[in-house]
């Protein structure tokens, strides 16, 4: 079966029909820029674009970088503030003219690295980052999602954590690996603390980097590993999650 998934990102919108049964694009994807400033109305636009360039007609599931509650995006921080308490499953579906599923990206990716990923089978508490603009985080107990927990929102040391650990901290700031590995080591050891996971999946773009930083990390008793689906994870989790899966 096929369920068209889109990921609405920081930089791009991309989006492809995934093969549910392989948890894999169908088709190659087709990316469009992120319109700046992010308003709902030049990404629903972005979004009918992205759909319109396969021939689709069928049930979508969309990522939002914030929490979202039946289909109302809740909250905006790398993204326009427009998009607070806006309903975006009715903005995205009167534009699409298709029925749409809206959740947040952290826990699409979150979603498709259980069921086709790093997370296959895992029982117990999984934590799943994704580390990026920001940090998203979706939390797993017994493979069953707990939604918008938001951990990388967490103060810690006086700082927000995805101010000061994700990717975008290490390059606005040129951290090396070295010390950036170490402002997430102490992220991580915090939400160990917190939740006693049993495995933390750290996902996003530098997941394709884990062999530069995951050595360095130390005193974290849960194990880790890299995500394993890397850049189509969200358009495979939103497409699950349209699914109903
Ligand atoms: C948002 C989260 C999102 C994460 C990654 C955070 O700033 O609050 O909802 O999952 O960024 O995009």
Redesign the pocket.
Known sequence: MQIFGVDI??SGIKGAPVDLDRGDLAQERHKVLTPHPATPKDVADCVAEVVGHFDWSGPVGITF???VTDGVTR?A??VDKGWVDHDARTLLGEKLGLPVTVL???DAAGIAEMAFGAGRGRKGTVIML?L??????AVFIDGQLVP?T?L??LELGGHEA?KHASTKAKEDEELSWHHWAHRVQKYLEHLEMLFTPELFILGGGVSRKADKFLPLIEHVRAEMVPAELQNNAGIVGAAMAAAGK
């Open positions: 990102g920081g970088p914030g929490v909250t921080a790398n947040n990206d952290a994704t990026g603009t920001g940090i998203g985080s918008n938001e990388g929102h995805e």
